[in-house]
């Protein structure tokens, strides 16, 4: 079982920045970011490898949003944010050695931290 703990949630103004952390109690091969808003289906935002460092990125956040690893975990770094970003982030984790963009692909997830973006 690997442990996924998301930080760095928050309320912020449209076209300002938020970094959210997530920390891992061990290692998988592909970590992810996905994001949830209300009354809406869970969606891919971005997903790494821990190995290569490989990245995907949802066109809905290219340009906008990095994703990056440590060891101290994963990074979601957010900037030019719109009031349509807001939304749970979850942070998740998969064994897969492809890559993942789908729900089903990743086999641990977060509680998930609340990003709320105003206008």
């Known amino acids: 079982q690997v442990q996924l703990v998301e930080s760095g949630g928050g309320l912020v103004q449209a076209g300002g920045s938020l970094r959210l952390s997530c920390a891992a109690s061990?290692?998988?091969?592909?970590m992810g970011w996905f994001r949830q808003s209300p009354g809406k289906e869970r969606e891919f935002v971005a997903s790494?490898?821990?190995?290569?460092?490989s990245t995907s990125y949802a066109d809905s956040v290219k340009g906008r949003f990095t994703i990056s690893r440590d060891n101290g975990g994963v990074y979601l770094q957010m900037n030019s944010l719109k009031p349509e970003d807001t939304a749970v982030y979850y942070c998740?984790?998969?064994?897969?050695?492809?890559?993942?963009?789908?729900?089903?692909?990743?086999?641990?997830w977060g509680q998930g931290t609340q990003v709320t973006v105003s206008s």
């Open positions: 790494i490898r821990w190995s290569a460092g």
């Open positions: 061990g290692r998988t091969v592909t």
């Open positions: 998740a984790a998969s064994n897969s050695i492809v890559v993942v963009t789908t729900i089903p692909g990743y086999d641990y």
